[in-house]
Structures are given as structure tokens and as C-alpha cells.
């Protein structure tokens, strides 16, 4: 499974962005998608996953009512969409896939990892 995230960069304090994630490879329907993301000098941080069906979706308490994770299963392209975002969104955003969901959260516990893009909020 190869994954390739596009779609950061330099926005202000309340603006958008949309990252990409675009994956390849085979049995990727077996594996759950996930978007961490690391700012400087901190931990890799869980921020949204999702099945490649939509049918399961999670959010770290962060980013809930600002970002929207959505998957296009024809294109193998899962995407987060990042609405008013803040100074402290700035991080290297990397997506995932893991095989066995249950561990979502761990970026431990995932399979492959795509290269990041990184977005910088200013204030």
C-alpha cells in the first residue's frame, strides 16, 4: 500500500484547507484510514479516521465541528477538510491505514504512512 498526502500550506487564523490522501495498492478496502498529524517538538497525534465504506468515523475531541474526514472509494482518495483553523492546527499532517481498526487511535498500530504535508496557520 503506498499512500500520497497533498494539500497543505499557509493560510490565516479561520481559514480552509483541504488535505488528500491518495492511496494504492492492493486489498485497500481491508484497511482503515486514518490523518494524524505532528507539530514541532511534539508527539504524532490522532486527528480523524474512517472505514473506506463511511460507515465509521472518528474524531479527536480537537478537531470536532471543524475538520470533516470523507473517503471517495472510485478515486482511493480519502480527504480532510479543514475548516476554522487555528494557530495551534499547525503540524505536518500524515494519513495512515491500518488493518485492524480497533487500534485507530495508536499511530503505533498502523501499517503504512503516507509522506505528510505540512500546514501553517498564522495568526
Known amino acids: 500500500v503506498q499512500l500520497q498526502a497533498s494539500g497543505g500550506g499557509l493560510v490565516q487564523a479561520g481559514g480552509s484547507l483541504r488535505l488528500s490522501c491518495a492511496a494504492s495498492g492492493r486489498g485497500l478496502s481491508s484497511y482503515y484510514m486514518g490523518w494524524f498529524r505532528q507539530a514541532p517538538g511534539k508527539e504524532r497525534e490522532f486527528v480523524a479516521s474512517?472505514?473506506?465504506?463511511?460507515?465509521?468515523?472518528f474524531y479527536a475531541d480537537f478537531v470536532k465541528g471543524r475538520f470533516t474526514i470523507s473517503g471517495d472509494n472510485a478515486m482511493n482518495t480519502v480527504y480532510l477538510q479543514m475548516n476554522s483553523l487555528k494557530p495551534e492546527d499547525t503540524a505536518v499532517y500524515y494519513c495512515?491505514?491500518?488493518?485492524?481498526?480497533?487500534?485507530?487511535?495508536?499511530?503505533?498500530?498502523?501499517?503504512?504512512w503516507g509522506q505528510g504535508t505540512e500546514v501553517t496557520v498564522s495568526s
Open positions: 495512515a491505514a491500518i488493518r485492524v481498526r480497533t487500534y485507530y487511535r495508536d499511530p503505533m498500530k498502523y501499517d503504512y
Open positions: 474512517i472505514s473506506w465504506s463511511g460507515g465509521t468515523i
